[in-house]
């Protein structure tokens, strides 16, 4: 184990990188079920979708009779939302575990299992969940606010598409498009930095939902030291940009069979031609399998990462590396 002590960018991401690769079959064992989970959760929901609302998946029925097929794509919608909440719960959960494997074996204070993990994190399952439904409620609120100026244009190039010149209609249009992207980047950003330690906080320190809701967001507050290196938002910012591209890059490649399977099938974004549609399963349930897999093996290393950033928090701020070396 290498001594803690506060680390610069590139360091921090090459001893997460590092820890990621000495223990991945550990790290994958771990991740393995949550993954399944996860899947099973979603394929659930599409079968369940389609049972229950097929109208949603009928671009005839979409476009002849869009009062019919509404309740239709509104209920596929909330089954579709709730898949992904519950998604992400899981994920949740599994970066707690992670986070126990991790950061006990990175602060040498023990050698934990996969098994060992798991029950960590099944121990913490109360906190992970009220914290998850605090940042949910809270995302919401964020996203409304952020959403505000592209609906006040949009609204705007309705009222002028109606009364008044086309051109300045297109152009609020576009305004409100570009105002919708330039939102859901911004709430995308802020998610990822705001919720970043929360996994850390809940497996290492374990307080309640509403401590753990306040300490992510003071740990990821703040300067660390002069200049704008030491600004802890932006150097989030730069982190979760750097791995997350890696993993974003490592992830395609891993989905690469699926989606080959998908456009040779006639795969697209239309309704009734997505991968579920036209894709048989005998050839989709194995290639999701292996997304599966692939993915258990890629997704420890983001929850390596957070794990190393929280723990040069709490070194540079706290003296972690002087309470961990007294007797």
Same mark, same amino acid.
């Given at each position: 184990? &290498?001594?803690?002590?506060?680390?610069?960018?590139?360091?921090?991401?090459?001893?997460?990188?590092?820890?990621?690769?000495?223990?991945?079959?550990?790290?994958?064992?771990?991740?393995?079920?949550?993954?399944?989970?996860?899947?099973?959760?979603?394929? $659930? @929901?599409?079968?369940?979708?389609?049972?229950?609302?097929?109208?949603?998946?009928?671009?005839?029925?979409?476009? &002849?009779?869009? +009062?019919? $097929?509404?309740?239709?794509?509104?209920?596929?919608?909330?089954?579709?939302?709730?898949?992904?909440?519950?998604?992400?719960?899981?994920?949740?959960?599994?970066?707690? %575990?992670?986070?126990?494997?991790?950061?006990?074996?990175?602060?040498?204070?023990?050698?934990? &299992?996969?098994?060992?993990?798991?029950?960590?994190?099944?121990?913490?399952?109360?906190?992970?969940?009220?914290?998850?439904?605090?940042?949910?409620?809270?995302?919401?609120?964020?996203?409304?606010?952020?959403?505000?100026?592209?609906?006040?244009?949009? %609204?705007?190039?309705?009222?002028?598409?109606?009364?008044?010149?086309?051109?300045?209609?297109?152009?609020?249009?576009?305004?409100?498009?570009?105002?919708?992207?330039?939102?859901?980047?911004?709430?995308?950003?802020?998610?990822?930095?705001?919720?970043?330690?929360?996994?850390?906080?809940? %497996?290492?320190?374990?307080?309640?939902?509403?401590?753990?809701?306040?300490? @992510?967001?003071?740990?990821?507050?703040?300067?660390?030291?002069?200049?704008?290196?030491?600004?802890?938002?932006?150097?989030?910012?730069?982190?979760?940009?750097?791995?997350?591209?890696?993993?974003?890059?490592?992830?395609?490649?891993?989905?690469?069979?699926?989606?080959?399977?998908? @456009?040779?099938?006639?795969?697209?974004?239309?309704?009734?031609?997505?991968? &579920?549609?036209?894709?048989?399963?005998?050839?989709?349930?194995?290639?999701?399998?292996?997304?599966?897999?692939?993915?258990?093996?890629?997704?420890?290393?983001?929850?390596?990462?957070?794990?190393?950033?929280?723990? +040069?928090?709490?070194?540079?701020?706290?003296?972690? +590396?002087?309470?961990? %070396?007294?007797?």
């Amino acid at each position: 184990m &290498n001594p803690l002590r506060p680390l610069g960018l590139g360091e921090l991401i090459d001893r997460a990188v590092n820890f990621w690769r000495a223990h991945w079959k550990a790290l994958f064992q771990l991740m393995l079920g949550f993954q399944l989970v996860e899947v099973t959760v979603l394929a $659930a @929901a599409q079968g369940l979708g389609r049972v229950l609302f097929p109208l949603a998946r009928d671009p005839d029925a979409i476009k &002849n009779a869009p +009062d019919a $097929a509404l309740p239709h794509l509104l209920g596929m919608m909330g089954i579709f939302t709730v898949a992904v909440l519950s998604s992400l719960l899981v994920a949740q959960v599994a970066g707690v %575990a992670t986070t126990h494997f991790s950061f006990t074996r990175l602060t040498g204070k023990g050698q934990p &299992n996969a098994g060992d993990a798991f029950r960590h994190a099944a121990a913490r399952l109360g906190t992970t969940t009220g914290t998850f439904l605090l940042s949910m409620g809270w995302t919401l609120v964020v996203m409304v606010l952020l959403m505000l100026p592209s609906l006040g244009l949009g %609204a705007g190039a309705v009222a002028l598409s109606v009364s008044g010149p086309r051109s300045a209609a297109a152009a609020l249009g576009i305004l409100a498009a570009l105002a919708l992207i330039l939102g859901s980047v911004v709430l995308m950003v802020w998610f990822a930095i705001r919720f970043i330690l929360v996994s850390q906080i809940i %497996a290492i320190e374990s307080p309640g939902a509403v401590a753990t809701f306040r300490r @992510a967001n003071a740990l990821s507050s703040g300067r660390v030291y002069e200049g704008p290196g030491g600004i802890v938002k932006l150097r989030l910012t730069v982190l979760v940009t750097i791995v997350g591209l890696v993993l974003v890059i490592m992830s395609t490649v891993a989905s690469l069979p699926t989606l080959i399977a998908g @456009a040779f099938f006639g795969a697209n974004f239309t309704p009734g031609h997505t991968l &579920n549609d036209v894709v048989p399963l005998w050839v989709l349930l194995p290639l999701q399998l292996v997304q599966s897999v692939l993915g258990a093996v890629l997704s420890p290393l983001y929850v390596v990462f957070q794990t190393f950033f929280y723990t +040069d928090m709490r070194v540079r701020r706290e003296g972690l +590396d002087l309470e961990l %070396a007294l007797p």
